[in-house]
């Protein structure tokens, strides 16, 4: 689902709606669990850009999904993908909370960009939860 990531990167929704239709067009059982949840998760992502309300569920499955896998570096992008939505729609502690998690399987793994992404918007957090002096 690299290519996935990569056409929402530059917006082309046109090619991530291929990309996601061409593996929905497989019998269920030809498509591996880690590509069924990266589906998940790049669906997820298309909903929370067009601010549906059923995001926030779809998010919840992936990152079941990715639980269940035992696939740490695809859990640690779906938790930071999940931590990024929540950020968005307010939920700054369990954003944070995930961004945690995700660093830490980073951590363990050395993925290098994984660990700055978490570290980023962890940063970003702290900035918005960090009480204002005026």
Known sequence: MIAADAALAVGDETEVARLVSTLEGHRPGHV????R???LR????ILA???DS????TF???TRA???LRSPYHLAVGLLDHADHLAA???TNTAQQLAGEADAVAQRLGAQPLIGRAHRLTASLNELLAPSTV
């Open 37 to 39: 949840a990266e589906r």
């Open 49 to 51: 850009n067009k601010n």
């Open 42 to 45: 790049i669906r997820a992502r």
């Open 60 to 62: 919840d499955a992936a």
């Open 66 to 68: 990715f639980r269940e």
């Open 89 to 91: 729609t307010g939920d």
């Open 32 to 35: 591996p669990p880690v590509l």
């Open 54 to 57: 059923t995001a926030a569920e």
